[in-house]
């Protein structure tokens, strides 16, 4: 991070097995990309991903779980002074979350304006030390029942874990995270996708319930 100002606008690695001749088998990959969101590079968007294809060879990525990814996320997250960050298997790896794209809501727009909006609530979410304090602080997200874990971290920042596994994340679990965050989320309701609801999120407008 340090030194990504001396670089080009984005850089990225992946990660794949290859097969006995040296191409990449189908299978299970992780990649990393880290890229400029503005001119200024006062913005920075990490990705982290890997995926597990149940047809394609088993290998040590296959092996990673979600606890993986969360201790990633929150070693990572020790010393990066995060605006907003999330750990979930519904995100877009183009770059918004699900939320984002279900609003039809640039991803740029999220990231420059993450100290005052909450791109998203996924399974993790870190988010800036003005998002927690308009929701009444650390204190006041505990006390609200909707995390499993609240905790302040080094940089200022505040890391939500809303349920202790992924697959948890769902239903009133789901509900009851969205209803504490809608203060600071953008208003719109999301689009569905073909009629079918998608990802982990709830399919209603947060500016009608920062209302009540």
């Not at 880290?34 to 006062?42: A, K, S």
């Not at 929150?74 to 877009?92: F, I, L, N, S």
Request: charged share 30%; net charge negative.
């Amino acid at each position: 991070m340090k030194g990504f100002a001396k670089f080009p606008a984005g850089v990225g690695m992946d990660i794949v097995e290859l097969d006995a001749t040296g191409y990449p088998r189908f299978g299970d990959r992780a990649s990393i990309v880290l890229r400029t969101v503005n001119d200024e590079r006062r913005w920075f968007r990490m990705v982290c991903e890997f995926g597990a294809f149940p047809e394609g060879p088993k290998n040590r990525i296959a092996r990673l779980t979600e606890e993986d990814a969360r201790d990633l996320a929150w070693e990572m997250a020790q010393e990066m002074p995060v605006t907003y960050g999330g750990v979930g298997d519904d995100g877009r790896h183009w770059g918004p979350t699900m939320l984002e794209d279900r609003l039809a809501r640039e991803a740029r727009v999220g990231v420059t304006e993450s100290r005052e909006v909450l791109r998203g609530y996924p399974w993790v979410t870190v988010c800036a030390p003005e998002i927690a304090a308009r929701l009444g602080g650390p204190d006041a997200l505990r006390a609200s029942g909707a995390f499993h874990e609240v905790r302040v971290l080094p940089t200022g920042s505040v890391w939500l874990q809303a349920t202790e596994h992924l697959d948890d994340y769902t239903g009133d679990a789901l509900r009851r995270v969205f209803e504490t965050v809608a203060p600071v989320l953008p208003p719109g309701e999301p689009r569905t996708y073909l009629g079918k609801e998608l990802g982990r999120i709830i399919y209603a407008d947060a500016s009608a319930y920062q209302q009540r």
